[in-house]
């Protein structure tokens, strides 16, 4: 059974190469147990990222919070789109697409895993956000 | 397909059948000009013949050994050259271009003969009463002035494997017609102005037909998909004449 | 394979066309934006220039009759069984869902892309439809309600599970590709051969702005506005064209040729359109307004690398978030959970 060890540096290497290439400052694997940062030089491209391997105690993402799929800057609407997004609370589906987390050019969806009420928007639009980060507040309701 | 578009090319095939007006566009140097960024509309100087078209096929063969080109396309004295990327000095381009034209030699291109037989009068030659008023010839004389003639494909445009040809008898020249036949069918023998030619495709058509040929001059399925090419020479051979 | 359940007339199947042929009279089709035919393939994993379905009628629905990854971009409203898609988006569908495209009001025609491309015969190098010649796509026609098209086989690719999609170009772009604030489109040209015949009128051309008339469709744009003549009659003999040439016939409203162009004129030009600027025209809509803006080779040359850059970085990027995302998630739940214990 092959599992992705994070503390692979074959796979940090990969990791860190592939967030240069976007241009994205860094990121954050959690796990239960540990959380891997990756932390890039943007204005010295040249230079070893910092990876910290943190050890913690600490329970993954609480079910109430909807979080980044990958680091990038938050966006709660799509950009081509003009009017202006709906203010919580929102009733939502599942699958239904909350926002959008942009790297470079690509948009990559944060959708609601399960139907219920998105009550409050937990990140900023236009902010950097990292992998794992709260975005939204959510009351699943069945 | 017929698309609302009206086609300036019948009506180009118009301008070239009205020698008069022609004379006074008559450059003497040659013009270079752009359409766009990337390509580059060389027009040469002079008449309206055969040894004007026998230099622009020497500057196309001679344009053939340039790299950034990405299309060559023979025009009636002129050409156009389309390049594969935005030039970074347009000036050095038009530069290349005139020099090019300089050093090409009239070259005599040693094509392949074409006969083509032809159904003149019938229900196709819609036009043949029309050219016999404006010429003051009887259609079966008309009809031999066309088909005694020996012809030149100039180049191939406005639709796949359409040969404008040149030569045609002034006697028979006619301009085209300020109304289009809506649907002119593929196949229709056709005069235009000063050129011949056989529609390939049904549809608006602005030349005036005089007869029907059944010769498949096209396929896109092909190794060579057009019968005629610049050079070549086509002969009309009446196969039926029904006046 | 997928299958036509409605289509409204003359949406075909269209990839880059088939340049090369013109000097044997043979149009070079191809998609109208060219750029957004680029970027859907790519979403899709595919060859940049695979062939896919050019929509500028609507309502247009398909269904998929296996698992396909498609992409869905330009101008058009997307449904997937009634569930909205973010525009300038791919996504996997199963077997039996029905793809919606709805007209968009901000532009005249989509692109749905599949992994592997449509698969028609090539001709001539292309699987482009030309209408006029009656050859490419499927026997040189528009597809109809009940066609099936086959798909090729698709690239190995790396797609999140949830879809992705990119920041169209008008909004990526945007400094680059300025539209007026009365939502003018502004088109970059060059003055061409014989602008300066049209003397007074001839300034005027750049400073009006003109409407986008019902006369206009693949073969090129009837634009409507106060005419501009030349000072003198002109007579052409027939040239080689290319797409994003103006002409001006005697009614003195302009003509722009757009991809199914015939390869030679002999109306009058008056400018012609920048490369980078004719998938803008390509999206511009009928009754819509423009305003030509004189251009020059540095500027286009500008332009060009602006798109390239944009369609590289979309190429570069989907790829490394696939990856990425695979690699934070585990190629299977079933691992991660043997991770955790």
Redesign the interface.
């Known amino acids: 059974m092959s599992v992705v060890d994070f503390s692979d540096p074959a796979t940090i290497a990969f990791l860190a190469a592939a967030l240069q290439a976007a241009g994205v400052d860094g990121i954050e694997i959690i796990q239960p147990g540990r959380t891997l940062r990756i932390v890039t030089g943007r204005d010295a491209p040249g230079a070893d990222p910092l990876v910290q391997i943190l050890q913690s105690t600490s329970c993954a993402a609480k079910p109430d919070k909807v979080s980044a799929p990958m680091a990038g800057v938050f966006s709660s609407h799509h950009p081509a789109s003009s009017a202006p997004p709906s203010q919580p609370p929102l009733k939502v589906a599942a699958g239904e697409t909350l926002g959008f987390i942009g790297i470079g050019s690509i948009l990559l969806p944060v959708k609601a895993v399960k139907p219920g009420v998105m009550t409050r928007r937990v990140a900023e639009d236009g902010s950097v956000v990292g992998y794992g980060d709260p975005l939204f507040e959510f009351e699943p309701r069945p | ?1 017929t ?14 059948g ?1 020698p008069a ?2 004379a ?2 008559l450059q003497r140097e040659v ?1 270079i ?7 580059f ?1 060389l ?1 040469a100087p002079g008449d ?1 013949d055969l040894p004007a078209q026998r230099r622009i096929w020497a500057l196309a063969h001679a344009l053939r050994h340039w790299d950034n080109l ?11 050259a ?1 390049l594969k ?6 000036d050095a381009v038009i530069a290349r271009l005139r020099d090019a034209w300089q050093r090409a030699e009239s070259i005599d291109i040693k094509g392949k003969t074409i006969e083509i037989g032809v159904h003149y009068g019938g229900e196709h030659a819609i036009d043949l009463a029309a050219l016999c008023d404006r010429s003051g010839l009887t259609d079966r004389e008309a009809v031999r002035i066309h088909h005694e003639g020996t012809y030149t494909v100039f ?8 040969g ?1 040809l040149h030569g045609l008898d002034p006697r028979i020249h006619m301009p085209r017609k300020t109304v289009p036949s809506l649907k002119m069918a593929k196949g229709c023998v056709t005069i235009g102005g000063m050129q011949t030619g056989v529609a ?2 049904t ?1 608006p058509n602005g030349w005036n037909s005089i007869g029907f040929a059944d010769l498949q001059m096209f396929d ?2 092909a190794a060579v ?2 019968i005629m ?1 610049p050079g070549d020479t086509v002969r009309f051979l009446p196969e039926r004449i029904e006046l | 394979m997928i299958e036509i359940v409605d289509t409204g007339p003359l949406n075909t199947i269209q990839d880059l066309g088939r ?9 070079a089709s191809g998609a109208m934006d060219p750029l957004a035919l680029k970027i859907a393939n790519l979403l899709v994993g595919n060859d940049q220039g695979a062939a896919a379905i050019e929509v500028q009628t609507f309502p247009f629905r398909l269904r998929l009759r296996e698992t396909t990854v498609f992409a869905v971009t330009g101008g058009a409203n997307a449904k997937i069984d009634g569930v909205v898609l973010p525009p300038w988006w791919t996504q996997t569908c199963d077997a039996g869902q029905v793809l919606e495209l709805l007209p968009s009001p901000l532009a005249a025609r989509a692109y749905v892309a599949f992994a592997g491309g449509v698969d028609v015969p090539i ?2 190098g292309s699987r482009s439809t030309s ?6 796509g499927i026997e040189g026609r ?1 597809l109809q309600k009940g066609d099936t098209l086959l798909l090729g086989e698709p690239i190995a690719t790396v797609l999140p599970a949830d879809g992705l999609g990119v920041v169209p170009p008008a909004s990526a772009l945007a400094e680059f590709f300025p539209v007026a604030a009365d939502n003018t489109l502004l088109i970059r ?2 003055p ?2 014989e602008h300066d015949l049209f003397g007074a009128d001839g300034e005027r051309f750049w400073s009006q702005s003109w409407k986008i008339s019902s ?3 693949r ?2 744009y ?1 634009l409507s506005g106060e005419p501009v003549r030349p000072t003198a ?10 797409p ?2 103006v ?1 001006v ?1 005697p009614g003195g409203e302009p ?1 722009v040729q757009m991809s ?1 162009a ?6 009058p ?1 008056i400018a ?4 980078a600027d004719l998938w803008r025209l390509g999206q511009a809509r009928i009754g819509s307004r423009l305003r030509f803006v004189r ?1 020059s ?1 540095a500027e ?2 500008t332009l ?1 690398k602006v798109i390239a850059a944009y369609v590289e970085d979309v190429r570069n990027t989907a790829q490394m978030v696939g990856r990425a995302l695979e690699t934070m998630a585990g190629p299977k739940p079933a691992v991660r959970k043997g991770k955790n214990q």
């Open positions: 397909m698309s609302p578009m009206p086609q300036p090319t019948d009506r180009s095939s118009n301008a070239l009205t007006r022609i006074s566009a013009q000009s752009t359409i766009g960024a990337r390509a509309l027009e309206f990405s299309e060559i396309v023979p025009g009636m004295t002129n050409l156009l389309i990327t935005t030039p970074e000095d347009p180049a191939l445009g406005s639709a796949p494997g359409f404008y390939m495709l549809g896109p399925t998909p057009a090419a | 340049p090369g042929y013109r000097d044997i009279g043979v149009t001709v001539m209408l006029r010649g009656a050859f490419g528009a040209a060059l061409a051969g006369q206009s469709d073969t090129g009837r009659p002109v007579e052409m003999r027939s040239y080689g064209i290319v994003g040439v002409q016939p003509i199914d015939n390869t030679a004129g002999g109306y030009k012609g359109v920048l490369d251009s080779h286009a040359r060009d």
